[in-house]
């Protein structure tokens, strides 16, 4: 039984990873940059979402509404004023701009609103009767968990059907392939671009109150640590491929759970050895495409 | 391509200002209120001069160290604003020493401390400095080997691993060191009889954690206590607890021993809760701020005990003073890092009334004299924190630690 929670447990964990990975992988898949801020915008998410039911007494999905047109307006701005400029800049600039985006996040959340913990009001009821039990006394969900798996669910689906059916996706996955060819066909570049990067932040928003509501403690860092965990998922699933993300990021939270159980020294370790190994058998991922150099 | 660069350079301007406005709001909330004096001081910081009638004043520089950005600023900030208020209070008495506090960020990391400690010798210059932090262990322990090799007081209000003083006759603490906490929670159980089998959880990358966790561990099994679980995780950013809570409750932990900050201790108690796991949870100093966490559910910490120094609800005049203060000028209660900071400006200044010839002496002679009067056995303190605080010649400083229990939302002292 102690398996099955711990299954169910990283199961629920690795939902939060995948949806935050999708952000990593799409953006990365369409203008092949790593952006560095992701994390960060999950944590800008989270605190609109607070300030949203706390300050104002909005019902949670005011909030989660509220987090969501904030982050996607975030997302575009900072892709418009910050990336957008450099985009025929070497991509270690690129990488660079990133990373002082997200520190300008974090230290502005701390000028914003201070950086003490505050302690999130969980979206759905965290207490300890509410949940799913499956066999009494033994196996049971909590809905928060039910929550994160089923909105993982939903994402993926939407997603794929996004890219695979609407005119808009279709233009995604051309400049995925060929940025140049796509811009000659006439397809409009930047708008892809800046589309992509707010789904991405559309996402993270989302991920960040369901991370928030599973374990409520939020700060300006909040977002920095799942956010290396979800690219490295991104990475394990295959950058770039969307079913690799939602793979990576499930398979990383069980492998994480799991490595906690056998040791809580060495689970970090674990997940990033059994990251290695994936690596050295298959480099592009679980799930990416492998292409070959021409020379 | 005109515009493009046009937005390029907007950006830069945007993210330069807001560096700029950073720097701005730390410089505001360094700068000592009472603003009449400042220019005055500033002037004259080394020269005495006559005020009030005739008596000399001599002011001393005091350059503080802690983090007031990233990720450990609550703590920086609290022993910031703890000793500004003790500074006013010490400059509004018009006695014969004036301090004068600048307070430097060093976003939690040792190479920031060791320049801002650099650039608070420049801002003295010539004038006796006496350095106050670092807050965190890490930090202190840098710049403490910088001020032990230069010659320069040096009193932390936080620091409390033993490496901070170790082999330096120049450092003070005004916390409990970090092993004498674990000793002191392991004698508490065994006096109060609460618990019969001990879990322990801590955080094994934080010096702090672990050197409470393994004092506890060695001096509960000397006094005969049973832990019969021992749980680690690696950083205070984790947020699942649940197989460490369930290595306790399957080792039928009654008692659940918690030498971690308030943060990852916040999400132990509401997971414990979620999980139906319900032993008594004991904590540490590091506890101390849980209550104030903004939408913190009081409910979860009830019947928590934890050591603390400083109770914000103590009915003496003078906590309530600072308390008072405190709250008008920030907004939110002090913690004990804010007590701890209010205490060490006490403490130098009580010092430095003491010596004689203070107006000519440098930063070399204040600090050996300053040493000598705080290791000497006859120079006590009284503050928030303790009563006749003194300091043994380890730097280590000697008060009663108290324990104190959440009742409805508040500390009752046991």
Known sequence: MSFLNNVITGISLGSIYAIIALGYTMVYGIAKMLNFAHGDIIMVGAYMCFFAMGSFNLPPAAGVLLAVVVCTVLGIVIERLAYKPLRSAPSLAVLITAIGVSYLLQNGAQILWGAATKTFTPIVSTAPEARLVLVPGQLSISYVAILSIVCCIVVMIALTLFTGQTKMGKAMRACSEDKGAAQLMGIDVNTTISVTFAIGSALAAIAGVLMCSAYPVLSPTTGSLPGIRAFTAAVFGGIGSIPGALLGGILLGVIETFAKTISTELSDAVVFAVLIIVLLVRPAGLLGKYVPEKV | MKKKNLAALLMAGAMSLSLLAGCSSNGDQTSNPPASDAGTQESQATE???????????????????????????????????????????????????????????????????????????????????????????????????????????????????????????????????????????????????????????????????????????????????????????????????????????????????????????????????????????????????????????????????????????????????????????????????????????????????????????????????????????????????????????????????????????????
């Open chain 2, 48 to 414: 005495t001069d006559n005020q009030g009638g005739g008596t000399d004043v001599v002011t001393i520089k005091v350059g503080g160290i802690g983090p007031t950005t990233g990720d450990a600023a609550q703590y920086g900030t609290a022993t910031q604003w703890g000793a500004e208020i003790a500074v006013d209070e010490i400059n509004a008495q018009n006695g014969p020493i004036r301090l004068e506090l600048q307070y430097e960020d060093d976003t939690n990391s040792a190479d920031t401390a060791v320049s801002a400690y650099n650039s608070l010798k420049d801002w003295a210059k010539d004038a006796p400095l006496v350095i106050y932090g670092c807050t965190t262990t890490a930090p202190c322990v840098a710049v403490s080997t910088e001020t032990f090799a230069d010659r320069y007081f040096q009193l932390t209000p936080s620091a409390s691993s033993p490496e901070v003083t170790n082999g330096k006759d120049n450092v003070f603490q005004m916390c409990f060191t970090d092993p004498g906490q674990g000793t002191a929670a392991a004698e508490y159980l065994k006096s109060s009889g609460l618990g019969t089998k001990i879990g322990v959880i801590y955080n094994n990358g934080d010096p702090y954690s672990t050197g409470i966790a393994e004092a506890f561990i060695a001096h509960a099994k000397e006094l005969g206590l049973e832990v019969a679980a021992t749980s680690t995780y690696p950083e205070d950013t984790t947020t699942d607890y649940t197989v460490q809570l369930n290595a306790c409750k399957d080792a039928g932990a009654d008692l659940v021993f918690l030498p971690i900050y308030y943060t990852p201790a916040s999400l132990i108690l509401a997971q414990a809760k979620q999980m139906d796991y319900a032993p008594i949870f004991f904590g540490g100093d590091g506890m101390d701020g849980m209550l104030d966490m903004d939408g913190f559910d009081k409910s979860l910490a009830e019947g928590l005990l934890l050591m603390t120094p400083f109770n914000a609800s103590g009915t003496d005049e003078r906590t309530k003073k600072f308390v008072e203060t405190y709250q008008t000028g920030h907004g939110i209660l002090p913690n004990q890092f804010a007590a701890d900071g209010y205490d060490c400006m006490y403490a130098i200044y009580e010092a430095c009334c003491q010596i004689d010839g203070i107006a000519d002496m440098d930063h070399e002679q204040l600090c050996d004299a300053l040493s000598a009067l705080f290791t000497g056995g006859d120079f006590s303190v009284d503050g928030l924190t303790g009563s006749a605080m003194k300091w043994l010649t380890t730097g280590e400083v000697s008060k009663a630690p108290v324990v104190v229990k959440v009742e409805g939302g508040v500390y009752v002292t046991q």
